[in-house]
């Protein structure tokens, strides 16, 4: 190793970054999920391709990478190629849709991943506290972009009115919209 770094063969992929273990057990989590959640995708894409109707003899119905028979197909004539409109397999687009979205999801599928068996550790009051003083970071980071717009006359939607707020002087007067309320009935 350290022959090969004095060669200089050591590029910035070899270089290593600590991570907490919290994070990292969070990433196996996460994957673990992605595999379980893939699963399901699979299964139910199998399912619809296993209810799709197929015309007698069409090869889609025995193999994935077959087509299904066309509306129409080019029939070799004695002197010409003519194309030749019959009735193709009833749910060939549904098919389609189904492998695009089976193919997709075995490759969004993780190659592997088990549940993590570490046991979960809760954060502690420092990590809680870091994250709090993070949030309240970008909280005021907002409002300097806000007051930065306002300032060059650009109208700012005010986010959800809280109760007791204390900014209500720079408030526009009319409360814009970010999206329309939904109604309840
Ligand atoms: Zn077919």
Known sequence: MEAAKLMGYETPGDQKVPVSVRDWNAQKLALWHSRGLAEIAIREALGILSGCKHRDGCPGAESETEPCFSPTYSKA???SESEVLTEGCPDREQRISALVILNAARQ??????RKPAEPYFAPSREYYSDVMAALGATEIENE???AL???AGIAVPEPMAKSGNS???SAPSEPAQLAPAEETK
């Open 167 to 169: 900014n209500e002087g």
């Open 108 to 113: 969004l599928a993780p190659a592997d991943a």
């Open 149 to 151: 717009l306002r300032d």
């Open 77 to 79: 004539g004695e002197n």
């Open 144 to 146: 300097m972009l806000r």
